[in-house]
């Protein structure tokens, strides 16, 4: 075996790639999930009676809505088809690269997603557009930092932390 597989690690390159990709397919089955069942829920709206009573706006954020959910749905699926596509190929790498930017997208459309269905459920069951528009916002603030934000400060802090370890000349610094 070779190092090639990251820092830390005593793995090949195609090991290294199956493990990302095992990786991958937990990370995507928890949103993949819950993003097919919200948008099961969403399609079963627009054949309830209230709805032919819903405003002009609520009908177009319902609709964007379903489109959102369509878009997450579609894109946390799409790792599956890339993989039976590139199996026997020889291009997990290639593949891991892909389903990686299709799981982003995937992410940030279940945001969008849940932040509109949320406006929407809001607006219809308190009438209050404006407590509406504050509570969805903040739930996609809360996303974006937990989902975004907060990643990229550990990771930034864990960099520094691993640059003075290895400018002390520690070998393998403080995890903590």
Request: aromatic share 8%; with cysteine; charged share 15%.
């Amino acid at each position: 075996m070779n190092d090639d597989g990251g820092p830390g690690r005593d793995e090949t390159p195609q090991e290294r790639a199956d493990r990302l990709w095992t990786d991958m397919l937990q990370e995507v089955r928890v949103c993949q999930t819950g993003a097919q069942i919200l948008f099961g829920f969403l399609i079963g709206v627009a054949f309830t009676p209230r709805f032919a009573a819903l405003p002009a706006f609520d009908t177009n954020l319902y609709t964007a809505t379903v489109v959102l959910g369509a878009v997450a749905t579609g894109a946390l699926v799409a790792p599956v088809a890339f993989h039976r596509l590139f199996a026997g190929h020889d291009m997990k790498p290639e593949l891991i690269h892909v389903a990686g930017r299709l799981i982003a997208t995937g992410l940030v459309t279940l945001a969008l997603t849940i932040a509109a269905a949320l406006l929407l459920l809001l607006r219809t069951a308190t009438g209050n557009p404006t407590a509406s528009w504050i509570i969805s916002a903040a739930v996609l603030l809360w996303f974006t930092t937990t989902w975004l934000v907060l990643p990229q400060v550990v990771l930034r802090r864990t960099a520094a932390r691993q640059a003075a370890a290895r400018g002390r000349g520690e070998v393998g610094g403080d995890p903590r």
